[in-house]
């Protein structure tokens, strides 16, 4: 099977990348916008996308989009970039589908950052979209042109809402802050609201996995499938499990506030996925220690 992994040189693209790679039957090209040398890879310009020449060239049964910009706070800064890169790259793609490669599969990694604070947890796929942030209303806006193009078009699109992922590579969000903070500060952090939010993690090996399930066992036509271990973790408790596992033997506080965009409350109801067969390989603790072998690789 061959698969386009555009944005491969990214935190889950390149994660993806790897996995595909150690998969057998898997053809992996790869697209991103640095500068390369590898093989099977193109370069794509990020100011003026154009997906043309790679579909042209070469024919794929999946084309998997990991691209895109994943930072609520900067959403807010700039939100016409963001529009950019999580909506309008997403048309592009689609409308190349269209055009030369129609049989191709697309799947677009959206974000559960669509449901904002869900009315109730778990929060299943057909809940209220109620974004919070520019970030939000633009993964919004990219699963609507997946599901315009399946519906249009015919072509064989899905949405993937991934709540909290993490993983080796991960150099921002909670834990790469958390970890950054503890190299400067010995005695004591300081994180961002009151440690009762809560979020539904997903290692990053794990949503590799979901990805090859659904691209083999799931037939799409522009649907949204939530992709996390169905699982609420209080932030304070996943703090204090990180915090344990970097050896940190100072303090934390939570400051009290909330970032403007930041959900209170999260847990997916994965029960499309779980019948695809998806059980996660790793909990948090499993997950957070091969990320902290990784980070100190890093000094």
Request: charged content about 20%; proline content about 4%.
């Amino acid at each position: 099977m061959n698969i386009l992994v555009i944005g491969s040189q990214g935190f889950i693209g390149q994660n993806l990348t790897r996995f595909l790679e150690n998969t057998p039957n898997y053809r992996v090209h790869k697209a991103d916008i640095l500068s390369l040398s590898l093989p099977n890879y193109s370069q794509i310009s990020p100011q003026n996308t154009d997906f043309s020449l790679i579909f042209a060239n070469q024919k794929f049964d999946f084309c998997i989009n990991c691209a895109g910009a994943a930072n609520v706070s900067r959403s807010f800064q700039v939100p016409v970039a963001d529009f950019q890169l999580n909506a309008t790259h997403v048309a592009t793609l689609l409308e190349n589908i269209r055009v030369w490669q129609p049989e191709c599969g697309f799947i677009n990694l959206s974000s559960a950052a669509v449901y904002g604070n869900p009315d109730q947890i778990p929060v299943a796929e057909n809940a209220d979209i109620q974004p919070l942030s520019p970030y939000g209303f633009h993964k919004k806006m990219a699963e609507m042109l997946c599901q315009e193009y399946a519906q249009c078009f015919g072509l064989k699109t899905a949405s993937l809402r991934i709540f909290s992922a993490f993983g080796e590579g991960l150099q921002k969000q909670l834990f790469w802050d958390i970890y950054q903070k503890t190299l400067t500060n010995p005695e004591e952090i300081l994180l961002f609201g009151t440690g009762d939010e809560s979020r539904d993690f997903i290692y990053v090996e794990d949503l590799c996995r979901a990805i090859v399930l659904i691209i083999n066992n799931l037939e799409l036509y522009g649907q949204a499938i939530n992709v996390a271990n169905g699982e609420e973790i209080f932030i304070k408790d996943a703090v204090q499990i990180f915090l344990t596992k970097l050896n940190y033997r100072g303090g934390v506080k939570f400051n009290g506030q909330t970032r403007v965009g930041d959900p209170l409350r999260w847990r997916a109801d994965i029960s499309q996925l779980q019948r695809l067969t998806y059980q996660p390989s790793f909990d948090l603790k499993a997950g957070l220690s091969n990320y902290v072998k990784w980070l100190k690789k890093l000094n």
